[in-house]
């Protein structure tokens, strides 16, 4: 049989087109006619194979509030994986102004000022990926230094990159005894679930009682919330973690103790969560003294932080806006025996 070589340079003239269309197609969705940066959606994955948004030293920054929980979060994997020298970031007070929302000033304690554009609101920031922006102002915010955008605001989204593509910068390197992968191969469907099983029960199940309309509605979450806590503290009974056969905390467990570490202090309280606190559970509290004693995770939590943005954010649970002085937070001090419940510690 004669090879047809006619019809090998057919295939090869139409592999070539394919493959510069999808190239063209590719940079025309983020690189304008004059090569500029496209302004995006604020979804956007830092890869390496990315055609703009490449892992690279000192390029991005983070926006956050203390008071938030889906900062905390993303503050504690960049503390974890080491990047805090790779990625600064800027502090928004936690008074959440009523003309700009979330603000920037350098005179309240633990605040700081735009690090990066100067501005003195998160919305400004915002505009500057859209300047008819009239979305949802939220925290945190992964930024681009460089193309001056706003490359994702989910803090879920922004863990997973601060766990795998900033490595090579990260002071921390694999075989460190404090060095963390937040999301292993190995348990990520577990991690999976769990996080699918916690954000709705516990992380929002929170807001959720504080915010219902009716007292049927709030007995309903009330009655999922500590049904979902009951079943972690029963999960901590037998692991160390909450993922089953992990010697090492993962994005799970900072997911859940971002909400837990609040909610002595102002959940209890504020949102009326109030059959029991987390420090007469004798499982979570011991689990929450073991991450909150992890120097880390330590230096992401401020407590005034906490309590003034809740406790004045949700005027129509609080309308007065009066912060309690309490509670007594030196049990999260104590020493705990989380360390008894794994063999390799």
Not at 22 to 44: A, M, V, W
Not at 117 to 126: A, D, H, L, P, R
Not at 171 to 184: F, I, Q, R, V
Not at 215 to 243: G, H, M, P, S
Request: glycine share 4%; proline share 3%; aromatic share 14%.
């Amino acid at each position: 049989m004669k090879f047809n070589y006619f019809f090998v340079f057919f295939v090869f003239i139409i592999l070539i087109e394919f493959t510069m269309a999808s190239t063209n197609d590719l940079n025309s969705k983020y690189i304008d006619k004059q090569g500029n940066y496209k302004k995006s959606s604020l979804r956007e994955i830092i890869s390496n194979n990315h055609p703009v948004f490449k892992p690279e030293n000192n390029r991005y920054h983070i926006y956050h509030s203390y008071g938030c929980p889906f900062s905390t979060r993303v503050l504690i994997t960049l503390e974890l994986k080491g990047l805090n020298n790779c990625i600064d970031n800027s502090v928004a007070d936690y008074i959440v102004d009523k003309s700009i929302g979330w603000a920037f000033t350098k005179t309240t304690e633990g605040c700081t000022i735009d690090k990066v554009n100067n501005f003195k609101s998160v919305k400004e920031i915002y505009q500057l990926n859209d300047k008819n922006y009239n979305g949802k102002i939220t925290l945190p915010i992964l930024f681009d230094k460089k193309t001056n955008v706003i490359v994702n605001n989910d803090s879920s989204e922004i863990m997973r990159m601060l766990n795998k593509e900033f490595n090579e910068f990260s002071n921390k390197k694999p075989g460190d005894k404090d060095y963390y992968d937040l999301y292993p191969m190995e348990y990520q469907d577990s991690i999976n679930e769990i996080n699918e099983f916690i954000l709705p029960t516990i992380n929002l199940g929170v807001y959720k009682c504080g915010l219902a309309n009716t007292q049927q509605e709030y007995t309903d979450k009330f009655n999922i919330l500590f049904n979902a806590l009951d079943r972690i503290e029963d999960t901590l009974k037998r692991d160390r973690y909450l993922v089953v056969g992990s010697d090492k905390i993962t994005e799970s467990d900072i997911k859940l103790f971002s909400t837990l570490i609040r909610f002595d202090a102002a959940y209890l309280q504020l949102f009326k969560c109030n059959k029991k606190q987390i420090k007469e559970y004798p499982m979570l509290s011991n689990y929450v003294r073991e991450l909150y004693q992890i120097k880390e995770i330590n230096s992401t939590i401020n407590f005034h932080h906490i309590k003034y943005w809740l406790f004045t954010f949700f005027e129509n649970v609080n309308p007065l806006k009066i912060v309690p002085i309490g509670p007594d937070l030196q049990w999260l001090n104590e020493s705990h025996n989380r360390h008894l419940m794994s063999k390799y510690y």
